[in-house]
């Protein structure tokens, strides 16, 4: 038998896989379909203080293997949200985190407020996300990216976990900013930008030009991510995110030094495939006689 839990800052998560934020909706829409019992957490998509539209579609957009999207993060502001999942979050059978995004170091504040309020287990400071129509991301600025974790630090009693952006000019500063501001732990990464455009048309896949690339294709570069800033900050624990599809992504993952990983894209093609990837994790360590998957945690080793 495999010993699957793994620790992540102040959490005891039953197991490392984590359903990533924007791929399992609000979690209670994803129950139905998706194996939650295989997921150590499962991070509820990104909610903002008032409604946010989104962009008009399209919206997503294949890209070869992987994926384009430029939502926008459509949703309908902190309190429809929780008046609308909080009473079923205890249903789940699953650690429910939130995911705050906002315009203002204030704004992600109310709404971490907001989400332990509607009962989440801990809130992901979303500073990464590449859609917003308000110029430079937050996570592309250690010094931004800090003032909004520590805002948000000082308005929840839960853990608190930063989602960092690779397209940072250093992910080392950024995470080192947001570990100093408070964060219990950094996500690592979400997507990397990206563009197409169709040759029928001659306009871009997405009705906002340039978004967010995710799904196979980013996995070493955010490998990269990982690897650098636990090498870097090696008390700091990271969920390593993009391009897992696979028992041994998870693995390579590990090895380089997170102590847990998300499952993102491959949801929209396979949404119970944490059931999966587990399964395979699970046969893996067997097979290298490793009996805790804990063991694996920053193994890798430089030449």
């Known amino acids: 038998m495999v010993e699957v839990t793994v620790t992540l800052g102040p959490l005891e998560l039953r197991s490392p896989l984590i359903a990533a934020s924007g791929t399992v909706g609000s979690v209670v829409d994803f129950a139905a379909v998706g194996a939650l019992e295989t997921y150590g957490a499962a991070v509820a998509k990104s909610v903002s203080a008032d409604p946010w539209s989104g962009r008009s579609v399209p919206r997503m957009a294949p890209a070869g293997v992987g994926m384009l999207n430029g939502i926008g993060i459509q949703n309908p502001g902190i309190g429809a949200w929780a008046a609308q999942v909080a009473d079923r979050i205890p249903a789940l059978g699953v650690p429910v985190w939130g995911s705050a995004v906002g315009e203002s170091v204030e704004e992600f504040a109310q709404v971490a407020k907001g ?30 990216s800090g003032r909004v974790v ?76 990982v690897w650098d800033v636990h090498h870097a900050i090696p008390s700091l624990p990271i969920v390593g995110c993009g391009g897992v599809s696979r028992g041994i992504d998870v693995v390579e993952y590990l090895m380089a030094g997170a102590s847990a990983v998300a499952l993102g894209t491959v949801h929209f093609a396979e949404p119970r495939a944490g059931k999966r990837v587990l399964r395979e994790l699970e046969r893996w360590c067997r097979a290298h006689d490793v009996g805790r998957v804990s063991d694996l945690s920053g193994t890798g080793v430089s030449w």
């Not at 989400?115 to 287990?121: F, P, Y």
């Not at 859609?131 to 430079?136: D, H, I, Q």
């Not at 979400?190 to 871009?204: A, L, S």
């Open 115 to 144: 989400l332990e309020a509607a009962g989440v287990q801990a809130v992901e400071v979303n500073l990464s996300c590449p859609n917003l129509e308000s110029g430079t991301m937050f996570a592309l600025d250690p010094d931004a």
């Open 150 to 225: 520590a805002s948000v630090r000082s308005a929840v009693g839960i853990p608190v976990g930063a989602k960092l952006s690779p397209n940072a000019d250093s992910i080392v500063a950024v995470a080192s900013a947001a570990a100093d501001a408070g964060a219990d732990w950094v996500v690592l990464t979400n997507t990397v930008m990206g563009f197409g455009i169709d040759v029928e048309t001659r306009r871009p896949l997405l009705s906002g030009g340039s978004g967010g690339y995710s799904g196979l294709p980013i996995k070493p570069i955010v490998m990269r991510c």
